[in-house]
């Protein structure tokens, strides 16, 4: 009994977690609107470091791409949806929280599954946030579309502080610089409250699983998703494997750590 007591707060912190740092705090935030102001003559201009590149952002954006629907719900939490012309990775999701549906509906879908470089150079954009794997490789050129005018901040946030730094970010180039770090506080404040919560506990073994087929492709020890595991309670069985983020292990591995949990990636298609 007590071990189901475990499990059911480990999954309802996890879940919380997990909810914060997709961008969605309080459902207050969707309908508030701040940042949809025009571009104001006093605009200063900014340069940023995303990641160890440069970003120079010397207008406020006026047409947005959303690439993920973590970056599409962060934008609907700080009221910036009207902003956003397109986003991508739909197929990555469940759908919005309840509360953030409505505005959320309002973004138009460039790619249900990852941006093409077609749709973006013809969308219009002045400005990507976007997920980190939507560049690079086959994915995007950052520097072809700056060529086209189209600015990039990528989202690759591998700790809570970059997850923050992430959302001030965002408050300074829309100029709503007061409503990111209440947005912040109040994910902090959430966050401490399920660590208190979890603290006296035992943590339970946990399993990542994305995808199976020969093996469990699963994620290790330096992932963001294990970081989150952690502050909800539990331990990831893999974090031992700090030389990949993600990686396949065998059914035999899997079974010889036991673990207490499974966490099934659902996505919304194969």
Known sequence: MKKKRLLFCFLSTILIIIMVLSGCGNSNNVSEH???????GDYEKLTMNNYGREVVIEAMPQKVLTLGPNC??????????????????????????????EDYAKIPELNYANATREAVISSGAD?????????????????ELKEYGINVYMNKAATLEEAYQEIADMGKIFQIEDKAAAFIAEQKERIAQVEEKVSRQEPLKVLVYDFGGEGVYTCGGTNFETLLIEKAGGKNIFDDVTDKQW??????????????????HDYDVP
């Open 72 to 101: 599409s719900e962060l934008f609907v939490a700080l009221g910036l949806v009207d902003k956003v012309i397109g986003n991508s990775l739909d197929n990555h999701s469940r759908g919005p929280l309840p509360e953030y549906a």
């Open 127 to 143: 400005f990507i946030y976007g997920i980190d794997w939507e560049f690079g490789g086959d994915g995007l050129d950052i520097e």
């Open 34 to 40: 701040q940042g949809a102001t025009e571009n104001p």
């Open 247 to 264: 990686f396949l292990a065998s059914y035999e591995e899997v079974l010889k750590r036991e673990p207490d949990v499974i966490v099934v």
